[in-house]
C-alpha cells in the first residue's frame, strides 16, 4: 500500500504535461500509472515511421472496432488509439494545430454557467498553449519560443505538397504562413512537433527531464481497474501490473484521469460514476449518477480524393529497397531528406460555400494514393496524391458503453459518423470543392486520373463517403464540462468530476465542443491547466 501527493492515470499528452507541472512546479509526489508501453523505438522516432507501424499493427497502439453503423451499411469502424507513453502525441502526425479563438469563446459561454466557474475564453488558454511551446520560428503574441515542446517546420516537403499548396491559390484560397495564427483560413504548411528530424512527444518533452526526479513515480504496462471512492471523496486507484498483480495506491490530494476519450469514461463507470441504468445492468454500485459519462463523443470524420500521379512523384516505394536504404543514410549522415516529414506537409482550412466565413473543413495533402480497405479491393496502388478531407465542426455525436464489469475488455465505441445529414451534406459540399483542386495547375499537370470518387451525382458522392470515412484519431467530448443545470454535464468549469471530491479529468475527454482542428496541442492545454487547477495557481 502506496501513498503519494496525487495519482495521474494514463500518460499520454495530457498526463505527460499535467505530470510534468505537478513534479516541478508543485513538489509534489506523483504518481504516473501508463497502460502501454515505453515511447523510445526508432520507428517512433522518425516521423514516417509510426505510419509503418499503424498499417502492419503494433503493441503500440490499442485498436477499438466500433460497433456497427447502420448508417455506414452496417461497417464497424476501425479506431486506433495510442498504448504507449506520450499516447497520441507518441504515434500522431505531429501537425501542431490549437484551433481557433471562437473554439474556446464557446466553451466559456457553455461554462460560464457554473457557480464557481473559472474562464475558458481564449485569453485564458492562450497563456497555457505559449507557456508549453518551443517554437523554432515565431515569437510573438500568439507563440512561445522557450517552452519545451518544439515545434517547428517541416524537415522536408515534397513537390507534391508543393503543387497542391499552388493549385490551392489558384482555386482562390490564401497562402497561410501560420494556422496558429491571426486567421487559421487558407493553404500552407503545417508546423510539427519535432526537431530536426526527431519527433518530440510528449513524452520526450515532458517526462524525459524528470524521469531521474524523486517525485516521480512512473508505471509502465498497469492497467488501472478503477478509481476507489470513500464516502464522496475519490482516494485511491486499483490497477494490475504487466505480470496481471492487483495493487492499491492511495492519494492524500487528487486523482487526475486522463486516459483518452475512449478509456476515461469506461475507467469512470467502472467506478460508479455515471450513467445509473447503465452501470446497474453490469452489476456496478452507483455512487454517482451521471448520465454524460460516455456521451457527446465527437470525432472528426475523414474522406479522401485520390488520384494517380503520370510520373513517379510522392512518396510511394519510399519505404522499401534502394529508396528505404538512401533515404536512411541520408537521414543518418546529414540529418534531412523525406525521413524528416511525417509526409503530410502542406493543409488547409476552407468553407467551400462561404470563403469568408469561419472553415469548415481541413484537408491535407498527402503524396500517396491514401486507400482504404474498401479501396484496395478495386483500385491498384501506385504513384498519387491524396486530398484527405476532415470535417471540423461535426454535428454527428456518439457514445462510449461498457461491455462489461470486466476492467480487461474493450468498451463498446459507437463514433455515429455522418449520422447527422447535416454533415454528409457538408461532406458532399468538400468533395465537390476538392475534386476541383486535382483540375488546378500545376497539380493537375502531374495526375494521370482521379481514381475516387468517380461517380460526381449527390448520391454517388454520398456512397463514396458512407463506405470510406473514417476517424481522423481526434475522440472527444466523452465526460464534457458543462454547466450547472445542464444534465449531461460530467464536469465543472475546474475539470472536477460533479458529486465526488478528488477527481478531476484533464484529457480530451473533458471539452465541451471538439476544436476545429488537430487535438493534440488543445490535450495538452488541458493538462497543463488542470495542473494550474491542482496546485491552486488559477
Not at 496525487?6 to 505527460?16: D, R, T
Not at 497561410?176 to 526537431?195: A, E, K, L
Not at 531521474?212 to 481497474?225: A, S
Not at 484527405?388 to 454527428?396: A, E, N, T, Y
Request: glycine letters at 10%; proline letters at 6%.
Amino acid at each position: 500500500m502506496e501513498t503519494f501527493d496525487h495519482i495521474v492515470i494514463g500518460g499520454g499528452s495530457a498526463g505527460c504535461v499535467a505530470t510534468s507541472r505537478l513534479v516541478e512546479d508543485g513538489k509534489c509526489k506523483v504518481l504516473l500509472l501508463e497502460g502501454g508501453h515505453h515511447h523510445r523505438h526508432p520507428l517512433l522516432d522518425m516521423p514516417p515511421g509510426v505510419f509503418k507501424l499503424l498499417k502492419n499493427g503494433s503493441k503500440f497502439f490499442r485498436e477499438h472496432l466500433s460497433v456497427p453503423q447502420p448508417q455506414l451499411d452496417g461497417r464497424q469502424a476501425k479506431i486506433p488509439q495510442g498504448n504507449v507513453l506520450g499516447g497520441g502525441s507518441t504515434v500522431n502526425g505531429q501537425a501542431y494545430v490549437r484551433g481557433r479563438p471562437s473554439d474556446y469563446r464557446a466553451w466559456n459561454d457553455i461554462l460560464r454557467g457554473n457557480n464557481d466557474a473559472i474562464s475558458w475564453d481564449w485569453d485564458d488558454v492562450l497563456p497555457h498553449f505559449m507557456r508549453l511551446e518551443g517554437n523554432r520560428k515565431f515569437n510573438d503574441d500568439l507563440h512561445g519560443s522557450d517552452g519545451k515542446l518544439v515545434v517547428s517546420d517541416p524537415g522536408y516537403i515534397d513537390d507534391m505538397a508543393r503543387w497542391f499548396v499552388q493549385a490551392m491559390q489558384m482555386q482562390g484560397e490564401p497562402f497561410n504562413p501560420d494556422f496558429n495564427g491571426h486567421r487559421q483560413r487558407g493553404v500552407g504548411y503545417f508546423q510539427f512537433t519535432y526537431n530536426q528530424g526527431q519527433r518530440i512527444s510528449a513524452a520526450y518533452a515532458f517526462i524525459d527531464p524528470i524521469k531521474n526526479d524523486p517525485n516521480l513515480t512512473l508505471r509502465l504496462k498497469c492497467q488501472v481497474q478503477r478509481v476507489l471512492i470513500e464516502g464522496d471523496r475519490a482516494v485511491g486507484v486499483i490497477y494490475t501490473d504487466k505480470s496481471g498483480e492487483e495493487h492499491t495506491a492511495y492519494a492524500d490530494g487528487e486523482i487526475i484521469l486522463s486516459a483518452g476519450a475512449l478509456i476515461t469514461p469506461k475507467l469512470l463507470m467502472l467506478s460508479g460514476l455515471g450513467p445509473a441504468d447503465h452501470l446497474k445492468s453490469h452489476g456496478i454500485t452507483v455512487i454517482e449518477n451521471l448520465p454524460g459519462v460516455g456521451q457527446n463523443l465527437q470525432d472528426h470524420p475523414d474522406v479522401s480524393v485520390v488520384a494517380k500521379a503520370n510520373g513517379p512523384y510522392g512518396y510511394w516505394k519510399q519505404d522499401r529497397g534502394w529508396n528505404m536504404i538512401r533515404n536512411g543514410l541520408e537521414f543518418k549522415l546529414f540529418g534531412r531528406g523525406k525521413i524528416t516529414t511525417t509526409g503530410l506537409e502542406a493543409a488547409c482550412f476552407v468553407n467551400p460555400t462561404d470563403p469568408e466565413a469561419e472553415p469548415t473543413h481541413e484537408a491535407y495533402c498527402i503524396p500517396v494514393m491514401y486507400l482504404n480497405d474498401e479501396q484496395l479491393k478495386t483500385i491498384p496502388e501506385d504513384y498519387g496524391v491524396s486530398i484527405q478531407m476532415v470535417l471540423l465542426k461535426p454535428h454527428s455525436k456518439g457514445d462510449v458503453r461498457l461491455s462489461s464489469a470486466n476492467p480487461d475488455e474493450m468498451p463498446l465505441v459507437n463514433p455515429n459518423f455522418l449520422a447527422d445529414k447535416r454533415d454528409l451534406d457538408e461532406m458532399i459540399k468538400g468533395l465537390r470543392y476538392f475534386r476541383k483542386t486535382m483540375d488546378m495547375r500545376p497539380l493537375a499537370d502531374k495526375i494521370e486520373k482521379v481514381v475516387a470518387p468517380l461517380d460526381l451525382s449527390d448520391d454517388g458522392l454520398a456512397e463514396h463517403c458512407r463506405k470510406v470515412v473514417k476517424t481522423n484519431f481526434h475522440p472527444a467530448g466523452t465526460a464534457k464540462m458543462g454547466a450547472d443545470g445542464d444534465p449531461m454535464s460530467v464536469l465543472d468549469s475546474r475539470m472536477r468530476v460533479r458529486g465526488i471530491d478528488g477527481v478531476r479529468v484533464c484529457d480530451m475527454s473533458a471539452v465541451p465542443d471538439i476544436p476545429a482542428g488537430n487535438t493534440n496541442a488543445p490535450a495538452m492545454m488541458l493538462g497543463d491547466r488542470c495542473a494550474s487547477l491542482v496546485m491552486g495557481a488559477l
